[in-house]
């Protein structure tokens, strides 16, 4: 019988909470059983192992990311709406620094999450999508876009993480400039 209290959801949770603060590669099944003070046996009556555990923790973070992204962009067009969702994507990832690291790996076929893990994905693009309609760009321009933002926006806040902006310029500043950019790029794709 499953321990009271403890469900896939919450163990997901958990063990999300758990990625934030050590990080998503270190989150292991004897470190969420140390969370709930059980054995780590008793995970697996939530959760078929550790990928499976991570795999969770991606669509999860996908949701929440899309999530975001999808109430910045709610009533804006064009750069507004790029600023919108950039702000949004940056404050998830530093916010949720072991969700947003989850996000980044794509899918494999035969994943346990597979077709969670692309619904999440597919509701974060549309997104996306949608705003980029707003530049008058669509199909293969629209992913080749996509792309483009999304390699932005990680850089920036990858590095921002890392501590790799030790110039004495304003972070905020640059992360705007980078949009601003962006948005330029996009207005003439």
């Given at each position: 019988m499953?321990r009271a209290?403890?469900?896939?959801e919450?163990?997901?949770?958990?063990?999300?909470?758990l990625?934030?603060?050590?990080?998503?590669?270190?989150?292991?099944l004897?470190?969420v059983?140390?969370?709930?003070?059980?054995?780590v046996?008793?995970?697996?009556?939530h959760?078929?192992?550790?990928?499976?555990?991570?795999q969770?923790?991606?669509?999860?973070?996908?949701?929440?990311?899309?999530?975001?992204?999808?109430t910045?962009?709610?009533?804006r067009?064009?750069?507004?709406?790029?600023r919108?969702?950039?702000?949004?994507y940056?404050?998830?990832a530093?916010?949720?620094?072991?969700?947003?690291?989850?996000?980044?790996?794509?899918p494999?076929?035969?994943?346990?999450?597979?077709?969670?893990?692309?619904?999440?994905?597919?509701?974060?693009?549309?997104?996306?999508?949608?705003?980029?309609?707003?530049?008058?760009?669509?199909?293969?321009?629209?992913?080749d876009?996509?792309?483009?933002?999304?390699?932005?926006?990680?850089?920036?806040?990858?590095?921002?993480?890392?501590?790799g902006?030790?110039?004495?310029?304003?972070?905020?500043?640059?992360?705007?400039?980078?949009?601003?950019?962006l948005?330029?790029?996009?207005?003439?794709?």
């Amino acid at each position: 019988m499953p321990r009271a209290g403890l469900s896939e959801e919450v163990v997901v949770a958990e063990a999300a909470r758990l990625a934030d603060e050590i990080g998503y590669d270190r989150v292991t099944l004897a470190a969420v059983a140390d969370r709930f003070d059980v054995a780590v046996p008793s995970l697996y009556k939530h959760v078929s192992g550790r990928e499976a555990l991570q795999q969770s923790i991606a669509v999860r973070a996908l949701r929440e990311l899309g999530a975001a992204v999808s109430t910045a962009a709610v009533g804006r067009a064009g750069g507004d709406a790029l600023r919108a969702i950039a702000d949004a994507y940056r404050t998830y990832a530093r916010e949720h620094p072991g969700g947003y690291a989850a996000t980044l790996r794509a899918p494999q076929p035969g994943d346990a999450a597979h077709d969670a893990h692309e619904a999440a994905s597919a509701a974060l693009l549309e997104t996306v999508f949608a705003v980029l309609r707003g530049y008058g760009l669509s199909g293969d321009d629209a992913i080749d876009a996509t792309r483009a933002i999304r390699a932005a926006l990680h850089g920036f806040t990858s590095l921002e993480a890392a501590g790799g902006f030790g110039m004495p310029r304003d972070v905020d500043r640059s992360f705007a400039r980078l949009v601003d950019a962006l948005d330029t790029a996009l207005a003439g794709w």
